[in-house]
C-alpha cells in the first residue's frame, strides 16, 4: 500500500470551514436557518434534557383538538450528552459507476459526483484508490492527476506494478467535504495521447469500482421537527443502502405492522436504487433513530406512547441520546394508524412541528396496473417521458457517457408468436466537415442486448450515389421490432454516439465539447398492443416486480400473513418486501391487510378469499405452516421442510397435459439434504383458485434474515424462477417447478382456446387421437353393415 501525504495550501481556509457546521455548498434554506440544537463541548456535563428527571417529549403548545401527551417513562439511567460519530464508506460503483471509470483514447479525463447525507460534519476521510493499467501506458511513467470539488488532491503514478491493480491511499482534508462533492481524474500525459486515435484500447487507465472514499464524521442535532422527514431516519443526499429500525409494544398487533408496511413502503421508493432495509423491535427502543408504532398508552421500552382520541404524529428525543430521534406514530385502531401513516408519507408539514394530530384521511385505491414507474401499455411513450429530470437525450462532444433510458413494466406482458414491439428512433448527429461520416453510428443496446448500428446516411446505392451529386441522404428516423423476451421487469434502452474522425483532422477536435448529438424529443417505444397474461405462480416475477401483488400497486388485493406470534425477523422480513414493492412500482401499500395466524371466519376470511397472499415464517412455527400448507404441493414438520408426493390421478394428469417439466422429487431431496437454508415457494391458494401464495421462509431466524442481502444481488435475482427457490450459504440459489401453473390476466375465451392448444400439444394429440379412433371404430362399424347389405340384398325382406 502507498501511502502519499497531500499538502494543503489554504491551510487557515480549511480549519475555518471546518469550524464551520454549515455545508460549504449548502444554499440557504428553510431547514439550514433552523438552530441546531447541538451537545455542549464537554462530555461529563449534563444538560436538562439529559437528566434523568427530564421528559425527551419537546413542550409545544396545546394542540387544537386538545391532544394531551402523556410523558414517557425515562430509563433507569441515561447516559450523558454525547455527539455520535460515524463511520461510513462509498464506493465508486455506489457512486452509480458499478464497472469503474475508463479513461483511453480521447477520453483522458472523467469525473464522478457523490453526495452525503447534510445532518453530519465530517473529521476525517481518506481515498483508497485501485487502478488498472494497461502495459502500454504503464511504459509511459506519467501520473494521473486527482482533484476534488475544484481542489488538487495529489498525484498518483501509473507506472508498473507487482499485480494488475495498484492501490494507493490519500488523506483528503475534511473541510474539502460537503454534502455535494465532485472527484475528477486526469491523465497528466494527456498532449502527447491525444492523437493515438487509434490506440485507444491500449493505452488505458481504469478506475476500479471498488475505490472507496472512507469516512469519519459526527452527527449533528437537526432538532426534533416532522418538516425534515424523512430525515433523519433515511437522507435522501445519502448514496449507500440505508437502514431504519421500527419498533413495536410487547403485544403487536396486526394493524401496527400494517402501517410500518405502508411507511417502508413508501422508504422504499425514497431510497430508490441505494436499497434500504428495515429491523423490527419488540418493547425496545432503536439505539439511534427509530419509528415507533402503537396505541396510546402502549409501552415501548419504558416509553409510554401518548394519550390522544385521535390518530397522532410526533417526534421526540431519543431517551438513550437526545441526537437522535423517535417518532410516533399513534393510533386507537386500524383506520387510525393506517391515517396516521398515510398522512406522514405525504409530508408538507409546517417547520418547528414536533406533533400533530391527524384527521380523517381519503386513501385513494389503486387501479389494476396504475403503478406510476411502469410504462403504460396504452399508448406509445416517449423515450422523454421516461428520463429522470437531471437526464438528457443529448451529447456533447466525441467521448460521452452512453445516453441511458431506464423504464420498468408489468413482467406479464403477452405477444403471440412473431409479434414485436415498435418502437421509433429519431437521432442527429452533428454536421462537421472532419467528421467520418462512413464510420460512425449510432449504436443501441437494450438491456445488455446489442441492437443496431444506426449509421449517419442512408445506406444503398441509389442513397449513396444521391449523396456524391450533393443530395441530402442523412437518415434521421429508424422503426425497430423490438422482440418481446427482450422486455424484463426492469428494462435499459443505451446509445451511444461513436463518432468518428477523419484522419486528415487536427487532433484539437478530439476535444471539442461545442457539437452536439441528440435523440429526438418525438422517439417512442409502444406496447399497446400487448396483453397482460402469464402462468402462474412465477417466483421470477415477485423478486422482479413483487407481481402479482403489484398488479394493485398499493395492495388491496393483498393479504400479508405472519404466525400468530410473529418474531422480530419475520415481522423485518415482511417490512423489507413491502419496501421493496414500493420501489418497483412507486406506489405506497396504503391498502394493506396484515393477518397474525389463519383466521376461521369473518371479514378476514373474507378478504383472504378475494386476495392474493404474502406469507413470511420459519420452520418453527409449525402449526401455521402446515394449515397454511395443507392443500399445497409442499408439506412441513417441526425439523423439516419438502414437497407432498403426488397422486397417481395428479401424475396421469401433468403426464396427458404435457406437464413433464415437473421436478418435484429433485426439490424435495435438496430440501432435506440441507440443514441451513432460506427462499420462496408459491402455490394456488387454497381460498381461491385464481389467487396466488407467496411464502418467504427460512430453517431459522438467523437464515431468514439474510434474504434482504441475497436478494441485493443481481446474480441471485436472476436465478430465482418456477415456484421454488432454495438459498444456501455454500451452493447459492436453485430453482425448482414443483406444482402446476395456472393461466392468469387478460385473455378472451376464443384466444384460450388457441392458447391452450398451444400449450398442451400433447394433450391436443392424444385427444386427436381418441377422437379419431371412435370416428374410425364408428364409421367401420357403419360401413361394414351397410357393406353386408349390399352383398346380402335377400336379407332385407326378412
Known sequence: MKRMTVKVCQLLLALSVLSSPVMAEDTATVESQIPLDLPAPDATSTTPEATPDSVPVPQTPPMPDSVHVAEPTPAPSSPSVFTPGNVSSITVAQMGQPRGIMLSGGQLQAGIDFTLPADQVITNAQLLLN??????????????????????????????????????????????????????????????????????????????????????????????????????????????????????????????????????????????????????????????????????????????????????????????????????????????????????????????????????????????????????????????????????????????????????????????????????????????????????????????????????????????????????????????????????????????????????????????????????????????????????????????????????????????LLPENPGETEISTLLNMAARSGNATGTSLNNNAVMFGLPTGGANLQRLEESHVLAVSTINQNAFNRTLLAQSPFTSNEHSFGVRERSIWQKIQSWIEGDWGSTGIAADRYFSSNEAWRGFVSFRSQWNPDRVVVMAIGSTDEQLSRLQTDLSSARINASIRGDAAIITDENGVRSFRVGQQFPSGQMPWYMMVVWYANQHSAFLAILGLLFATVIGLSLYALLKKRAQKRLNPQDDGK
Open 131 to 560: 487502478l488498472k493499467v494497461s502495459p502500454a501506458m504503464a511504459a509511459r511513467n506519467t501520473t494521473l492527476q486527482l482533484m476534488m470539488n475544484g481542489q488538487p488532491l495529489g498525484t498518483v503514478p501509473l507506472g508498473s506494478a507487482d499485480s494488475d491493480v495498484s492501490n494507493y491511499q490519500l488523506d483528503i482534508p475534511a473541510a474539502m467535504v460537503v454534502s455535494s462533492n465532485n472527484i475528477s481524474f486526469k491523465i497528466n500525459d494527456g498532449d502527447a495521447l491525444l492523437c493515438l486515435r487509434d490506440l485507444s484500447d491500449k493505452y488505458q487507465v481504469t478506475i476500479m469500482p471498488t475505490t472507496r472514499l472512507d469516512l469519519e464524521g459526527q452527527q449533528l442535532n437537526i432538532g426534533a421537527d416532522l418538516s425534515h422527514f424523512p430525515r433523519p431516519f433515511f437522507d435522501s443526499m445519502q448514496m449507500t443502502p440505508a437502514s431504519v429500525a421500527f419498533a413495536f409494544p410487547a403485544k403487536t398487533l396486526p394493524e401496527q405492522v400494517s402501517a410500518a408496511a405502508l411507511v417502508a413502503s413508501w422508504l422504499g421508493i425514497e431510497a430508490d436504487y441505494r436499497g434500504i432495509s428495515f429491523s423490527a423491535l419488540h418493547d425496545k427502543l432503536p439505539e439511534k433513530n427509530g419509528i415507533l408504532f402503537g396505541k396510546p398508552g402502549d409501552q415501548i421500552g419504558g416509553l409510554t406512547l401518548p394519550a390522544t382520541q385521535k390518530p397522532m404524529l410526533q417526534i421526540i428525543d431519543n431517551p438513550g441520546n437526545p441526537v437522535y430521534k423517535l417518532l410516533l406514530v399513534v393510533g386507537n385502531s386500524d383506520q387510525q394508524l393506517r391515517a396516521a401513516a398515510w398522512r406522514l408519507t405525504h409530508g408538507k408539514f409546517d417547520g418547528q412541528t414536533a406533533s400533530t394530530a391527524v384527521e380523517n384521511q381519503v386513501i385513494p385505491v389503486s387501479k389494476a396496473y396504475d403503478a406510476p414507474r411502469w410504462i403504460s401499455t396504452e399508448r406509445p411513450v416517449r423515450l422523454t417521458e421516461l428520463m429522470r429530470k437531471d437526464q438528457s437525450l443529448t451529447a456533447t462532444g466525441i467521448w460521452h457517457e452512453p445516453l441511458s433510458v431506464a423504464f420498468r413494466a408489468a413482467p406479464d406482458l403477452f405477444l403471440w408468436d412473431g409479434d414485436t414491439i415498435p418502437m421509433k428512433i429519431g437521432y442527429r448527429f452533428p454536421t462537421e466537415n472532419w467528421i467520418d461520416e462512413e464510420r460512425s453510428y449510432l449504436s443501441m443496446t437494450f438491456n445488455g442486448t446489442f441492437l443496431n448500428n444506426l449509421p449517419v446516411n442512408k445506406q444503398g446505392a441509389l442513397e449513396t450515389l444521391w449523396r456524391k451529386v450533393g443530395g441530402d441522404a442523412r437518415q434521421e428516423n429508424y422503426n425497430l421490432a423490438l422482440q418481446p423476451y427482450l422486455i424484463y421487469g426492469d428494462n435499459q434502452l443505451s446509445l451511444y454516439f461513436n463518432i468518428q474522425t477523419k484522419e486528415t483532422a487536427p487532433c484539437s477536435v478530439l476535444l471539442n465539447n461545442n457539437i452536439k448529438s441528440r435523440i429526438d424529443d418525438d422517439s417512442w417505444i409502444d406496447l399497446s398492443k400487448t396483453r397482460h397474461f402469464s402462468l402462474l405462480p412465477n417466483l421470477s416475477y415477485f423478486v422482479g416486480a413483487s407481481f402479482p401483488f403489484s398488479r394493485f400497486a398499493d395492495y388491496s388485493h393483498t393479504v400479508l
